[in-house]
T-cell receptor, first 114, second 113 residues
Framework: DAKTTQPPSMDCAEGRAANLPCNHSTISGNEYVYWYRQIHSQGPQYIIH???NNETNEMASLIITEDRKSSTLILPHATLRDTAVYYCIVRAIASSGSARQLTFGSGTQLTVLP | KAGVTQTPRYLIKTRGQQVTLSCSPISGHRSVSWYQQTPGQGLQFLFE???????NKGNFPGRFSGRQFSNSRSEMNVSTLELGDSALYLC????????????FGPGTRLTVL
């Protein structure tokens, strides 16, 4: 699976949009971009994923560039409870039937400030 | 639909003991993966089970083992505990593990004294 690069930390004011970037310049055509977050000492929480089109759900929006080399996770109105480590992962859809484990990098520590 | 559950949530053991952790996947999910998370190494993949068979394995010693039951519930066992086994152990379930979304449980915090 392709590697990802994320800034180690970011701050965001409460109520403002949080935009978390991720670089995945070596992504392959069959690899999805997944985002998870982990609030301290809890299990990672799935947020959203996409292949090449922008995606939106009740938690966030995912914007993937046309060349798919980078993406941005957008939390439209950040709250204090959004303070967490956010992980960007690229993951192939295995065609052989073998499982594909998730490979987590260091992620971005997002701190939402009051 | 209930999420992934893990028991116990916290555990304290001493070196040399063994421990068994349990994971109940989301109803209908047949794949269960286990991960170890430590401050130094981050999140590392242990193994994955599907239909009671280990389908994928990470780079951990044989002291770490697991199994899956016919109802898809899974257990992992660590024998001869070492101080370095202190970690958050996470289980994740998915429908079939082949590229679909994994959903994590809250984890079991193991402390080895």
């Amino acid at each position: 699976d392709a590697k990802t690069t994320q800034p180690p930390s970011m701050d965001c004011a409460e109520g403002r949009a949080a935009n978390l970037p991720c670089n995945h310049s070596t992504i392959s055509g069959n690899e999805y971009v997944y985002w998870y977050r982990q609030i301290h000492s809890q299990g990672p929480q799935y947020i959203i994923h996409g292949l090449k089109n922008n995606e939106t759900n009740e938690m966030a929006s995912l914007i993937i560039t046309e060349d798919r080399k980078s993406s941005t996770l957008i939390l439209p109105h950040a709250t204090l409870r959004d303070t967490a480590v956010y992980y960007c992962i690229v993951r192939a859809i295995a065609s052989s039937g073998s499982a594909r484990q998730l490979t987590f990098g260091s992620g971005t520590q997002l701190t939402v400030l009051p | 639909k209930a999420g992934v559950t893990q028991t116990p949530r916290y555990l304290i053991k001493t070196r040399g003991q063994q421990v068994t952790l349990s994971c109940s996947p989301i109803s209908g999910h047949r794949s269960v993966s286990w991960y170890q998370q430590t401050p130094g190494q981050g999140l590392q993949f242990l193994f994955e089970y599907f239909s009671e068979t280990q389908r994928n394995k990470g780079n951990f010693p044989g002291r770490f083992s697991g199994r899956q039951f016919s109802n898809s519930r899974s257990e992992m066992n660590v024998s001869t505990l070492e101080l370095g086994d202190s970690a958050l152990y996470l289980c994740a379930s998915s429908l079939d593990g082949v590229g679909d979304t994994q959903y994590f449980g809250p984890g079991t915090r193991l402390t080895v004294l």
